[in-house]
């Protein structure tokens, strides 16, 4: 029978979508019976920019359990619900099941006027099948590991700048599983909340359920992709991500060569003469925001060689991943990393043959070609013959590390590349990890600056490494560390998304600037590209001309006896 519904104050500011209340089996072995009721019970939804804050987690309908954010409606259509039927077995959880097709704009209220037989008990809870849906194809069980408690909605930097609970991580996997589930159409709507993820992985350090949200959001925007490519919609092939995402920016080489031009426009003055006549909003947006994100470009000197002894007692036998990116712009945070490896007694080797980690092209969906970079750089890295493959850039770092997973997710019948993708990411080590384990010689240099550590997101999240670049940065004489308020929230940067959201990227670098600027720092240090580059941006948009240098840098400096200079 239907539920009778009533509508009552209209809410604020309207997200989307909104979460709606949906009454669902429950495990059994998750939750203990509760008491029978047999009066009616009400269940106000009001649609505020935190619904699940307004529901209680569960409500009790003669042995019924409320979980209030289980079940996210698109669509604008009436809101109607409709009951399921109840089963028994005994000792155990009865349940009557409503699911909502859509609200409207106004407040809604379910009464529930018969309760549920006592006599009856629920059906034992299963995950439904694997379906063909997108998506369909994640282990269902991760899913359920999260438990809707909320904790995560204060690490997210969407949910703190939209206060839209789908654009919270908890919202977020309600959106996924409820279009794995069949009770929800893949709209644009709900690919905008997803789209705008950041995949920070802010919400996996908060989380006291361990929920792996990183292996929920990969997989599922690789599957969409995937179903976009088979509807001939795919959002990945246009010239955009073909020519410069896909055709120019793994290659560094590439990179190199066209970043030619801006170092003459740089050089001449005419970047700046550009801005300020606005000649470079003659450009597409995302070219004119490309040319804004490039940093001064440094010299980054000659080519590293394959090979750098170890200084003093040889400690460890090393390789280097140069990457991409890094190593177009940022070739001379990889010769102070090799320089410091040296100095702590490390045999340095760089692989020629080495590839792009993959990141650029698995995070915006491409997974086949990411895989195939990731068989490229197990088959190099094994060859070489090391202790560990050290890593300067956090991003990338997380991309390798998770290579085992990805094999796994992508082709989960080749067991054999599963573990040889396994084996190559066992081996990776972040250059700051790597160092705190092998017990750092500390650097005689003094350096009388006042410094600030920039967590990026893929270090201090998908790593879980915080304190080991802070130490390296202690053990140099004369550098005040300073801390900064919000550390772990997202700077806006993450890979390719500030040139694929610009709105929530330039909200998120203002935020990370504000709480930089707050500490009255000589010099900013940041562990990751994409978060230096993000930083500088936004600091010569702010007038400040404050240096942003990698933790390498200044340790570098400190081993050479030389000053930072701007």
């Known amino acids: 029978m239907a539920l009778p519904l009533e509508a009552s104050e209209t809410s604020p500011a309207k997200p989307f979508l909104e979460p709606v209340a949906e009454l669902r089996p429950v495990e059994p072995e998750r939750f203990d019976p509760v008491p029978v009721q047999s009066e009616p019970v009400v269940v106000d939804t009001p649609m505020t920019a935190d619904p699940a804050a307004a529901l209680p987690v569960q409500t009790p309908v003669a042995q019924t359990i409320v979980q209030p954010a289980d079940v996210i409606v698109a669509e604008d259509s009436p809101y109607t619900v409709e009951t399921a039927a109840v ?15 859509r609200v409207d ?32 194809e994640i282990d269902y069980e991760k899913f359920l590991d999260c438990v809707h408690c909320g904790l995560c909605t204060a690490a997210c930097p969407t949910y703190l700048e939209t206060g839209n609970e789908n654009n919270s991580p908890r919202g977020r996997i309600y959106l996924m599983r409820s279009v794995v589930d069949g009770r929800l159409d893949l709209t644009p709507k709900v690919q905008q909340h997803l789209d705008l993820c950041l995949d920070c992985r802010a919400c996996e350090t908060a989380c006291p359920s361990g929920v792996q949200y990183g292996r929920l959001i990969e997989p599922f925007r690789a599957s969409q992709r995937q179903a976009e490519a088979r509807d001939k919609k795919a959002k990945n092939t246009d010239l955009f991500h073909r020519v410069i995402l896909y055709g120019m920016f793994p290659y560094a080489s590439r990179l190199r060569l066209a970043l030619v031009p801006a170092q ?8 700046w003469l550009m801005e300020k ?35 003093g007692p040889k400690r460890a036998r090393v390789a280097l991943f140069t ?5 177009a712009v940022f070739r001379h945070a990889h010769w102070a990393t090799a320089r410091v490896l040296q100095q702590n007694g490390c045999e340095v080797v760089i692989p020629r043959a080495q590839a792009c980690c993959g990141a650029i092209h698995y995070h915006s969906g491409a997974d086949r070609p990411a895989l195939d970079l990731a068989r490229t750089n197990a088959r190099v890295f094994d060859a070489a013959d090391v202790d560990a493959v050290i890593v300067n850039v956090a991003g990338c770092g997380s991309m390798l590390k998770d290579y085992g997973h990805i094999a796994h997710e992508l082709e989960p019948q080749n067991h054999e590349q599963a573990a040889a993708l396994s084996k190559c990411a066992g081996k990776m080590k972040d250059v700051s990890e790597f160092l705190a384990g092998l017990g750092v010689i500390a650097p005689k240099g003094e350096m009388k600056l006042r ?8 270090l201090a999240h998908a790593q879980q490494i915080r304190e080991q670049p802070r130490d390296l940065l202690s053990s140099i004489p004369g550098l ?35 709480n930089l600027l707050a500490t009255k720092p000589d010099v900013i240090v940041s562990p990751n590209v994409g978060c230096s580059m993000q930083i500088q941006w936004g600091l010569k948009k702010a007038g400040r001309d404050i240096p942003v240098v990698h933790p390498m840098e200044l340790l570098d400096l400190s081993y050479r006896g030389e000053p930072l200079k701007k």
């Open 480 to 514: 005040e560390l300073v801390p900064m308020n919000e550390p772990e929230i997202c700077c806006g940067a993450a890979g390719s998304y500030n040139l694929t959201e610009p709105d929530m990227a330039d909200r998120l670098q203002t935020r990370k600037i504000e």
């Open 105 to 136: 704009e106004t407040v809604a209220a379910a009464v529930i006027s018969e309760p549920v037989p006592v006599a009856a008990v629920a059906l034992a809870y299963e995950p439904p099948p694997r379906s063909t849906r997108v998506g369909g």
């Open 264 to 271: 003459l426009t740089q050089w001449l003055g005419l970047d």
């Open 451 to 458: 410094a600030v550590y920039q967590d990026a997101c893929h």
């Open 87 to 101: 089963e028994t077995v005994p000792n155990s959880l009865a349940f009557k099941e409503v699911v909502a097709e």
């Open 277 to 311: 006549t606005g000649l470079n909003y003659l450009l597409p947006q995302r070219l004119r925001r490309m040319q804004q994100l490039l940093p001064k470009l440094k010299p980054g000197g000659a080519r590293l060689p394959e090979l750098l002894p170890a200084i």
């Open 323 to 327: 990457g991409c990116v890094a190593d």
